[in-house]
């Protein structure tokens, strides 16, 4: 397995060329339990990109069509291409008759953005950073120690709820510009 290997207990993901992740095709293998390893189709991140936003494309083979396989598929790419810093947004075309990868796309989280010339755009977006809610959460647990080691619980957990909203709002402040830094003002 490589370095960009996406893989779930059945699905195994791969890029055929590890130094093109971007425009190159992927194989989706589905790996059986005591079965023999079967490539079920491609995949690619191919097309036009545009600051924050990736294109997605996948085509699987016939007999594996509507078993499921392809919701999962999109989510485990969509989960793959947030993994990078700067992408926000993950997007997918079909045709307005293929209700069945409108389904697909749906069910994995995508949403209907349009329709244009009978081909309809479908997008998931990154969700927005929650550090505030986390830095909140350690600065509680900070203040139980801080309480302990002054001999007050009361002051060491306001110390530590202060110090966490205050760096959790630094964390999304810095989050929220780099987001608008990439994708405009979206």
Not at 12 to 24: F, K, R, S, T, Y
Not at 37 to 60: C, D, N, Q, R, Y
């Amino acid at each position: 397995m490589g370095k960009y290997t996406v893989k779930t207990k059945e699905i195994l993901i791969e890029p055929v060329d590890e130094a093109d992740i971007w425009e190159g095709q992927w194989t989706i293998t589905l790996t059986p339990k005591d079965e023999k390893p079967v490539v079920i189709g491609s995949l690619t991140f191919a097309g036009e990109k545009v600051m924050g936003t990736v294109p997605i494309s996948v085509t699987l083979d016939e007999e594996y069509r509507n078993k499921g396989y392809g919701t999962e598929v999109y989510k485990m790419m969509v989960d793959f291409a947030f993994g990078f810093r700067d992408i926000y947004e993950v997007k997918a075309v079909t045709e307005d008759q293929n209700d069945k990868c409108r389904y697909a796309l749906e069910k994995a989280g995508f949403v209907h953005r349009n329709t244009e010339h009978h081909i309809e755009t479908l997008s998931i977006t990154k969700p927005k950073s929650a550090w505030l809610g986390l830095y909140v959460y350690i600065g509680v647990i900070a203040g139980l120690v801080i309480g302990i080691v002054i001999g007050s619980n009361w002051v060491g957990m306001v110390i530590g709820i202060v110090i966490g909203l205050f760096v959790g709002s630094i964390m999304d402040s810095e989050a929220k510009k780099r987001r608008e830094e990439v994708l405009g003002h979206k």
